[in-house]
């Protein structure tokens, strides 16, 4: 009753489905060929204790290659499936090994609230 509510979870497959979109707060920039830099600037919330943050709080990311592999493929329209694929082929490893490793990489991503994942619905996905 007063315990934290409960997102509605969905299977592992619908996930899949999920697609990652970056939030409009970053600012990537390209440090090496295969190496990105996201800053993230987030403006000040409301609240009395916002008074003492400065105006623009900024934060850095620092992606390694397999991070920025990932990262760039987010366009907003490649659900997680896509992704995943894009890294076996790449790296060659097998699906398992691909799937986790990539799909905690999302997760990280998105427990940060630089990227959102949007889960289509209806019966033409997944």
């Known amino acids: 009753m007063f315990g934290r509510s409960k997102e509605p979870r969905i ?3 619908h996930s899949l489905t999920g697609v990652p979109v970056v939030s409009e707060d970053i600012i990537v920039r390209q440090e090496a060929p295969d190496r990105m830099c996201l800053v993230v600037r987030r403006r000040r919330g409301t609240g009395f204790l916002a008074r003492f943050q400065p105006p623009v709080m900024e ?10 592999f990932v990262f760039g493929l987010m366009d907003g329209h490649r659900p997680v499936r896509r992704i995943v694929d894009e890294f076996e082929r790449r790296y060659r490893v097998n699906r398992r090994e691909a799937e986790l490793s990539t799909v905690a990489f999302i997760k990280s991503l998105a427990e940060r609230n630089l990227i959102a994942i949007v889960i289509p619905t209806g019966p033409d996905h997944g």
């Open 11 to 13: 299977d592992r497959q």
């Open 59 to 68: 934060k850095t990311v620092r992606l390694d290659a397999l991070g920025a």
